[in-house]
């Protein structure tokens, strides 16, 4: 029998875990932090052996396979060590690839995967079987074991895709590639693009990979780094064979001769980002055979992410939005992009490297005020202190959205984007979100 060591009692470890016993391993959960109850009593339903607030040593190292959490980084001791052991340290995309057939849409980027896995989803599921795991929901691992989806829409992060070893995706979707989590990678923008392009590495000229055409990264790092998929481009400006492209206010999507075009004026969601997510997942379910008609109606009623530019509270003329998923530079950029009127931003927390020049255009012509919102804001104070006239500090989300509610005017917008992780001061951006809208409703 096989041992496998899970590092990790989270959502992807619990479901590794149950995917693993159901197929015959030998299975132990390990994690240095604490196991949330939720997650303990399904180990302690199901027999599964683990431990929280330590590795033992003597229980991991003896391992044939690892799979680690993609919130554990590759430097920690332990995992040095089962490297050097030569045990294999995989993700959970990884394993349960391994115990599945389904056709695999893999989606990933700096930006926007949320919404491009979520609205693909949305648009396959009107007519195929279809499941949406990774970054999202329930893990990937254990709807294998559960649900045995005939497809699957999985929104993956760098960190998951650091360690597969033969994960192929039919289709691959990078969205963009943008500075971000460079703590991981050595602050080396180049082996961030490295570990985004990972998603491509196992595919052949069978696969497709779809990509923004308009994104530079994406655009110089094929030149010099060719794969072996067939490309699938997508842009706003430029015209396109094969792939999509804007043209009058008019999606045009283009594989093999087979077209389909619809008016971006029935988007759902607003935001030129927005048009290329739909450029991307229309692109998905046009090679995926949807029905052109069930493409159009499902991004016409798609009722976008939470935490994603999500429109929470009209109070006193005043709209309160929920963008607490930007936890970088860009993802904010794309939502001050989209503000057409006076904005009142609140924005901090756990800082990555960031670089707010690119903000500043949209700082100086839309945002009346800042509402910094972290442990420490210095950086903040000092790029953005002599833009606007008011500029205040907090440490709590109630007291940040009374601020603002005092500040805006009828008619004005009040934004939380943060640009910035939420681990200084909140569990998670979900609990930074859900905070947030709370406080507005109890305005």
């Known amino acids: 029998m096989q ?97 599945t057939d389904a056709t695999i849409v893999g989606i990933t980027g700096s930006n926007g995967k949320t919404t491009t896995a979520s609205l693909t989803h949305h648009i396959l599921k009107q007519d195929l079987n279809v499941g949406l795991a990774g970054n999202i929901g329930d893990s990937f691992a254990k709807q294998v074991l559960e649900c045995n989806y005939a497809n699957y829409v999985l929104e993956i992060s760098s960190f998951q895709l650091d360690d597969i070893k033969d994960f192929k995706p039919k289709i691959a ?37 779809i990509y923004d055409a308009d994104d530079d990264v994406l655009v110089s790092w094929l030149a010099s780094h060719p794969v072996q998929s067939q490309l699938l481009p997508f842009s706003l400006v430029k015209t396109i064979k094969n792939g999509a492209y804007l043209s009058n206010e008019t999606i045009n999507i283009t594989i093999d001769n087979n077209h389909i075009s619809m008016s971006t004026k029935d988007l759902a969601l607003e935001g030129k980002h927005n048009i290329k997510n739909a450029m991307a997942a229309s692109t998905v379910a046009h090679l995926l055979k949807i029905r052109k008609q069930t493409i159009r109606e499902s991004l016409e009623n798609f009722q976008g992410v939470e935490h994603r530019l999500e429109h929470v509270l009209k109070i006193n003329k005043v709209q309160y939005i929920n963008d607490s998923k930007a936890t970088n530079v860009n993802a904010t950029y794309y939502a001050l992009e989209s503000m057409t009127a006076p904005t009142v931003w609140i924005v901090g927390g756990q800082d990555k490297g960031n670089n707010y020049e ?27 202190g002599n833009m606007v006239d008011v500029i205040v500090e907090t440490q709590f989300m109630a007291e940040a959205v009374k601020i603002a509610y005092k500040i805006a005017e009828a008619g004005d917008n009040v934004l939380l984007s943060p640009a910035c992780a939420s681990f200084d001061l909140f569990e998670n951006y979900e609990d930074r979100g859900r905070q947030f809208k709370d406080a507005v409703r109890n305005l």
């Open 3 to 99: 041992r496998i060591v899970i590092l990790g009692g989270g959502e992807s470890g619990v479901g590794t875990a149950l995917l693993a016993k159901a197929k015959g391993y030998e299975v132990f959960v390990s994690d240095k932090g604490k196991i949330k109850n939720k997650y303990k009593n399904v180990l302690l339903n199901n027999k599964i052996d683990w431990e929280d607030e330590q590795h033992t040593e003597a229980k991991i190292l003896n391992a044939d396979l690892v799979m680690k959490s993609p919130g554990i980084p590759s430097t920690v001791n332990i995992i040095g060590r089962l490297i050097a052991a030569g045990v294999p340290v995989i993700s959970e995309i990884e394993f349960a690839s391994y115990f």
């Open 173 to 209: 979707v990078i969205t963009n590639i943008t500075p971000d989590h460079l703590d991981r990678y050595n602050y080396n923008f180049d082996e961030y693009i490295a570990s985004k392009f990972r998603i491509a590495m196992n595919q052949t000229s069978d696969d497709y990979l």
């Open 358 to 384: 690119e903000l500043f255009p949209f700082v100086n012509e839309k945002v009346k005020a800042i509402i910094c919102l972290g442990v420490n804001n210095d950086k903040l104070l000092e790029n953005f």
